[in-house]
């Protein structure tokens, strides 16, 4: 497996109760896992023990065969060759698009990050925006620029925290089959954040249904999303 996340478990300073219990998931090389559940059902909290955000209170996570946490081992964020792409994009507003993709290039040479940029800007269609700011661009075109930003540096994951929510439900589908191309055209191994069936089920080659901090139900999306569970929470809302 190339990520495996075992046992963890995670509890805030001020909780009352753990907000991760006992979760545990293998992940191929190349697979997109969807991560859904309500809001406060610990799926972001996952997301940023993966990234190295938090510290689990126990468990594991080994990333291509590299423990990036246990209970002897912490590899810093920065360190663990993970890719971030955020529902509020992050992008530096004083920054050009292609400055911004650039930015976490350090470890290469000026022309190494000139044709890498420019293999980037093709690959999310934006090449004819590289000198345009972020605020002269859509919620979907800076949408794809962190996307960009964040498949630059050639990450062992990418992962994404609600990456659609600040776009309209239009620019949502369009991104959403965007960003799904992308993908399996690069390979990478990515895990999706989401309340979103909808993302869920177009993204996911599997989905990981939460509740409460504890996995529910595991498998394809229309094994998951046909569950008694999920269509009741799905009705309630």
Not at 11 to 37: A, R
Not at 110 to 135: G, H, S
Not at 183 to 193: A, D, E, M, Q, W
């Amino acid at each position: 497996m190339y990520v495996q996340i075992k046992n963890l478990h995670y509890q805030y300073q001020n909780s009352s109760k753990p907000t991760i219990k006992d979760f545990s998931l293998n992940i191929d090389q190349g697979e997109t896992v969807t991560i859904l559940g309500e809001s406060g059902s610990g799926k972001s909290t996952i997301l940023r023990i993966i990234a190295g955000l938090e510290t689990p209170k126990s468990g594991s996570i080994s990333i291509d065969g590299k423990i990036v946490v246990d209970e002897r081992h912490f590899v810093t964020p920065e360190n663990r060759g993970i890719g971030m792409v955020f529902q509020d994009y992050a992008l530096f507003p004083h920054m050009t698009v292609a400055k911004n993709i650039i930015y976490g290039l350090r470890k290469m040479n000026r022309k190494q990050k000139a044709d890498r940029l420019d293999e980037m800007l093709e690959l999310v269609n934006l090449t004819d925006f590289k000198y345009r700011y972020p605020y002269e661009l859509s919620g979907g075109q800076q949408q794809r620029v962190a996307l960009a930003r964040a498949l630059a540096p050639s990450p062992s994951l990418l992962v994404f925290d609600e990456p659609f929510s600040n776009l309209d439900a239009n620019l949502q589908v369009k991104i959403r089959d965007d960003i799904y191309t992308i993908l399996k055209k690069t390979g990478v191994t990515s895990i999706f954040v989401t309340h979103d069936q909808a993302d869920a089920r177009v993204l996911a080659d599997r989905i990981v249904f939460i509740e409460n901090g504890m996995i529910n139900r595991v498998g394809p999306p229309e094994e998951v999303l046909g569950c008694a569970s999920l269509l009741m929470w799905a009705n309630s809302n």
